[in-house]
């Protein structure tokens, strides 16, 4: 898969908070997503040597069966500290080497963190979907900002994840008797249809296949 030039990753704290600002106002939560959609990705994090590796995993699953198609593993040292809010500047460019590995392109990226459910509207789903211009969907399995009523404990019920007054994204239940997951719009989908695709990338587990291949895959070879 071919990664477009982007910005450096050579950024102090403040640099990177100034960027996550500037970057925030390019990010589209409307959807613009190729039809159909025949391949969907997982991507996701492990650290190896106390946190001085960073260990990236993709997988692409067809769609809709979710098969696993194609993966990827790719490995750096890490070069940015671990501050909430702020993680995609860690991560991101280990996902883009593992991305460049793949020759199949998915048409949708489920990220294993925060879209636009973030301090200042861009985590790490948003970040690598305006790096790549590709549909996103943050699918985070923690809360990081707002506040969200009681979802009621049936498969598909969501309740609106509000912050500062705006609907961020959505506490969603994606299996009876488990704690809901956290679904924002990265870029190029909207909320409603992230929630559905993520959804349909969910049959049986609490988390979506995507991410459960990509989590095993960043963790073990």
Not at 115 to 144: C, N, Y
Request: overall charge positive; hydrophobic content about 40%; aromatic content about 6%.
């Amino acid at each position: 898969m071919k990664i477009p030039r982007h910005h450096s990753w050579s950024l102090t704290v403040a640099e990177a908070i100034a960027l996550q600002e500037k970057l925030t106002k390019e990010v589209i939560t409307i959807d613009k997503i190729p039809q159909p959609v025949q391949y969907v990705a997982g991507v996701d994090m492990g650290f190896e040597s106390s946190g001085t590796i960073s260990r990236a995993a993709v997988a692409v699953l067809s769609f809709p069966d979710l098969q696993l198609h194609e993966y990827a593993i790719a490995r750096r040292t890490t070069s940015f500290p671990y501050i909430p809010g702020l993680l995609s500047f860690r991560e991101i460019p280990a996902l883009l080497d593992a991305l460049e590995k793949i020759n199949t392109t998915p048409d949708l990226i489920l990220c294993d963190g925060q879209g636009i459910a973030h301090p200042r509207r861009l985590g790490i789903a948003s970040h690598l979907g305006l790096i790549l211009d590709m549909p996103t969907i943050g699918v985070a399995k923690s809360l990081l900002v707002g506040k969200h009523e009681e979802v009621p404990n049936i498969k598909g019920s969501w309740q609106p994840l509000i912050h500062r007054q705006e609907t961020v994204g959505a506490a969603l239940r994606t299996r009876v008797g488990t704690k809901p997951v956290y679904i924002s719009s990265g870029h190029r989908v909207s909320l409603p249809t992230a929630i559905d695709y993520v959804l349909q990338c969910t049959p049986k587990y609490r988390l979506p296949e995507t991410t459960r291949i990509a989590d095993k895959l960043s963790k073990s070879d």
